[in-house]
């Protein structure tokens, strides 16, 4: 549908009400004056052959017609107007134009037969002897109750439509007037009523486009300035709507995405309603191309699908845990329960999802170290009870038996004393006492000459050769023991598990903020499967080999402890056959603040 302008539409209905107006007014008047000119001139007509009508009835008593003839000649062009005596029988006897011998019966003349009646005769119609439009009036002449003489006079209407035409051209001039005042009236109050209209208009498309701030002017017109008070309550009320919503969608968002579980809301049909960026991740996607898409098509976990589905369904709570299976494989806690609307009708589920891959490898760890722990501590138990059961059983007696076995069960007290200090020193660095995890500015440098000074002896009766490389001047905040045992025990392995004749290289250098300390051995390397585990306590990629050279499992877990408590972190690379490489990153110290940190 075409829309037109308000102000066209008001501008021209003004105008044509006017013109209309006007028009038939002057339509109205125009026949009204006509209407009124004719009666007039009927009136006039008859008053005149009123007034001619005894003289001729007198002509008529003495026989003298001539007379009669001559009478309505003289007094017609006397008055300007025609008169016609005419006897009863239609022979016309007198007329101020044409000759009565010559003229015909009058008797059936329209104004005649209504004055034969004994009524005044009124017709206007074109006259053939005078070929022009007259208007007859024929008014009766009686005598002893008998009609006599009927008296007819007429003029030309030539006039009269003369002075109705100009009187129409004066109505049609002032309905023209009228009209382009009335146009000029009706664009003026049109503009000005539509102004206002206008500025609403703007005033709305603004807050359509979300402006609420803005308000809309007042209006001399009282309809047009209630609307734009209303208007105003409106958009203040919309505001303060809107930013209601916001903000707890906002609060929402943050709430949501400030999660580390993940959130998501399904409706009835499967659609996702929302999904926090925790959930997003799992499923492996963003979580505005997860919104309005159904379940089955973001969700490619088989028993994740099936459990959200189920949810779905149900109108009750559920719980399950979910193998997430990949590179990785992760596990979850799934809570689910019914999603409902203010009126608490069920539109849909919430799936809370908890990621408890780490506990449940912390659970793995936990029963892998007291099988480990048992393991390591079962071993040299049973050897120190076989061999004591041994001795008292008469072993005694046999001085180079007895000397052997008690030469073994001190290697197993040993060992078993190894653990327990290496388990002590653990717990001490995890649970971070004051004296132990205290960290001050210092020279790694020294630390790191200290470790290697004590795998020296070792190491040369492999005939290993140890290499240090390290930037006297460098710094970071460390506790001394700890760091130096953490790097003997690394120097310790890589001596272990190399071949006579090799190099350890030890070194420390800067890489940005940090400091790393790395030891470097050419051995027999570490396969790829047992990396992730290699600093989980008592864990041993060779176990039979590691109990062989005497390690209690504990010492690389030391090592990744001791970086933590430095705030740093310890990392590995190997390969089979090519060495390994293990890494201790600390924060790097600023020379000048650890020559100050020195100062008395």
Same mark, same amino acid.
């Given at each position: 549908?075409?829309? !037109? ?57 003495? %026989? ?13 062009? #006397?008055? #300007? ?19 009565? @011998?010559?003229? &015909? ?6 104004? /005649? ?51 109705? %035409? ?8 002032? +309905?023209?007037? $009228?009209?382009?005042? #009335? /146009? ?6 049109? @503009? ?29 017109? =009282? ?11 409106? +958009? ?41 960026? $925790? ?8 979580? =505005? ?53 203010? !009126? ?10 908890? &990621? ?32 004591? *059961? ?6 005694? =007696?046999?001085?180079?038996? @007895? ?69 006297? &001047? ?9 760091? *130096? ?13 190399? *071949? ?78 090519? %060495? ?9 110290? &600023?020379?000048? @603040? ?7």
């Amino acid at each position: 549908m075409r829309r !037109k302008r308000l102000i066209r539409q008001l501008g021209l209905s003004y105008v044509w009400v006017t013109v209309a107006a006007v028009v038939l007014v002057g339509l109205s008047g125009s026949h009204m004056v006509q209407d009124y000119y004719l009666e007039q001139t009927a009136e006039d007509l008859q008053a005149r052959a009123r007034l001619c009508r005894p003289q001729i009835v007198s002509l008529l008593e003495q %026989g003298d017609r001539a007379g009669v003839d001559a009478f309505c000649k003289e007094l017609g062009r #006397a008055t #300007a107007t025609r008169i016609t005596a005419i006897l009863p029988s239609g022979e016309v006897v007198g007329d101020t134009e044409e000759n009565p @011998a010559n003229m &015909d019966n009058h008797a059936q003349r329209p104004e /005649v037969v209504e004055a034969r009646q004994g009524k005044v005769g009124r017709q206007t119609r074109y006259s053939m002897t005078l070929q022009q439009k007259l208007m007859y009036v024929a008014v009766p002449v009686e005598q002893r109750g008998e009609l006599a003489l009927v008296v007819r006079t007429s003029i030309p209407v030539t006039e009269v439509e003369k002075m109705l %035409g100009t009187l129409r051209r004066r109505i049609l001039v002032a +309905a023209l007037v $009228a009209g382009v005042l #009335a /146009v000029a009236l009706s664009l003026w109050f049109s @503009a000005r009523l539509s102004g206002p209209l206008s500025e609403l208009e703007a005033g709305a498309e603004r807050f359509a486009l979300g402006q609420l701030e803005h308000r809309l002017a007042g209006s001399s017109f =009282e309809e047009i300035a209630a609307l734009a008070e209303a208007m105003n309550r409106m +958009a203040g009320q919309l505001q303060e709507r809107f930013q209601t919503i916001v903000r707890q969608q906002n609060e929402l968002e943050a709430v949501l995405t400030s999660m580390q579980e993940g959130v998501l809301a399904v409706d009835n049909r499967g659609t996702v309603i929302n999904v926090n960026h $925790a959930c997003a991740a799992i499923l492996g996607a963003e979580p =505005e191309e997860l919104k309005g898409r159904l379940v089955h098509e973001v969700i490619r976990k088989p028993d994740l699908l099936e459990f959200v589905e189920s949810s779905i369904l149900s109108e009750e709570s559920m719980e399950r845990d979910i193998q997430i299976r990949g590179a990785e494989d992760r596990w979850l806690h799934a809570h689910s329960m019914a999603l409902c609307d203010a !009126k608490q009708r069920k539109i849909g589920a919430l799936v809370v999802m908890y &990621d408890v891959t780490r506990l449940r490898r912390l659970e793995n760890v936990r029963r892998d170290f007291v099988a480990n722990v048992s393991h390591e501590l079962r071993t040299p138990i049973t050897s120190i009870k076989g061999f004591v *059961e041994t001795l008292l059983d008469g072993a005694l =007696e046999d001085t180079e038996n @007895a000397s052997r076995f008690l030469e073994i069960v001190l290697r197993q007290v040993n060992r078993l004393d190894a653990i327990i200090n290496d388990l002590l020193t653990l717990s001490r660095v995890e649970r971070g006492n004051e004296p132990i995890s205290r960290l001050e500015p210092g020279r790694v440098g020294e630390t790191l000459k200290a470790a290697v000074e004590m795998c020296e002896k070792k190491a040369s009766e492999k005939q290993i050769r140890i290499e240090l490389r390290c930037d006297p &001047d460098a710094t970071a905040k460390i506790n001394a023991p700890l760091l *130096e045992q953490a790097v003997v025990n690394l120097v310790d392995n890589a001596v272990k598990y190399s *071949e006579p004749g090799k190099t350890v290289r030890v070194s420390a250098e800067r890489a940005g903020v940090e400091l790393v300390i790395r030891v470097q051995d050419e051995g027999c390397g570490i396969e790829p499967k047992h990396l992730p585990r290699l600093f989980e306590r008592f864990y041993r990629v060779d176990k039979a080999r590691s109990r062989e050279l005497g390690g209690t499992g504990l010492g690389l877990a030391i090592v990744r402890h001791i970086a933590l408590a430095h705030g740093g972190d310890v990392e590995v690379q190997s390969a089979v056959g090519r %060495g390994s490489v293990f890494s201790i990153r600390l924060c790097a110290a &600023d020379r000048e @603040a650890d020559l100050v940190g020195r100062q008395p």
